[in-house]
């Protein structure tokens, strides 16, 4: 089993539309939890931070569920410019900061 | 503006030749990365240094050599060991030291080819 999984894309939804990205997470020791977003070719970047109590910027919402090891990903109201691959990223210890990245799921919005 | 660069932004490899991608960083970080990403598949890690003059191996490190003789300074030397070099190379930085959520900056990336 991946350490870290996500829902196989590409996800091709309509400006406007709500959608929603899940991952799993292999240990269950993990302490810190991100979504980075990528563009094609580019670097990735951070979209926030995940916290136990689930948290929101604009139209984003991530959510954590500790026990089944699940973190979610909500971008309501779609744009053309959401279209990229999104990256879940587990801290799977703390300290010095290794990161395990998941594969990546495309979203692609289009008009 | 603070940030990490890497250069150069495309690299060629001749078959037997070593090659090192310069990643620099002004952001004072202590902890700096190196990642290689294959298309389709997740980052994955080369090399980490927590500080000066200290660095560990990651997961896929067999090929590949590093130093860390200044902060702001993570060369990779990729080697002629390294069979398989044709990748998209991620340098990041961040300071683990405060704390859990902690994420990391990435710079711009170095693109590698076979000639």
């Known amino acids: 089993r991946k350490e870290v999984e996500q829902d196989p894309g590409p996800f091709n939804v309509p400006e406007g539309a709500t959608v929603a990205f899940n991952c799993t997470y292999s240990n269950s020791a993990s302490q810190s939890f991100f979504w980075y977003r990528q563009d094609c070719r580019k670097e990735p970047k951070l979209l926030m931070s995940?916290?136990?109590s689930g948290n929101e910027d604009g139209r984003f919402t991530a959510q954590l569920n500790r026990a089944s090891q699940y973190i979610s990903l909500l971008i309501r109201d779609s744009k053309l410019s959401d279209s990229a691959t999104y990256l879940c990223v587990v801290n799977p210890k703390g300290g010095y900061n290794k990161l395990i990245f998941g594969a990546g799921t495309r979203l692609a919005v289009h008009p | 503006d603070g940030g990490i660069t890497q250069s150069p932004k495309y690299l060629f490899r001749k078959e037997g030749q070593n090659v090192t991608l310069s990643c620099e960083q002004n952001l004072n970080h202590d902890a700096m990365y190196w990642y290689r990403q294959d298309p389709g598949q997740g980052l994955r890690l080369i090399y980490y240094?927590?500080?000066?003059?200290?660095?560990q191996k990651g997961d896929i490190a067999e090929g590949y050599s590093v130093s860390r003789e200044k902060k702001e300074s993570f060369p990779l030397t990729v080697t002629s060991a390294q069979k398989n070099p044709t990748a998209f190379y991620l340098c990041?930085?961040?300071?683990?030291?405060?704390?859990?959520?902690?994420?990391?900056?990435f710079g711009d990336g170095t693109r590698l080819s076979i000639l």
């Open positions: 240094s927590q500080i000066v003059n200290d660095f």
């Open positions: 995940v916290y136990s």
């Open positions: 990041a930085s961040t300071n683990p030291g405060q704390g859990n959520f902690q994420p990391q900056h």
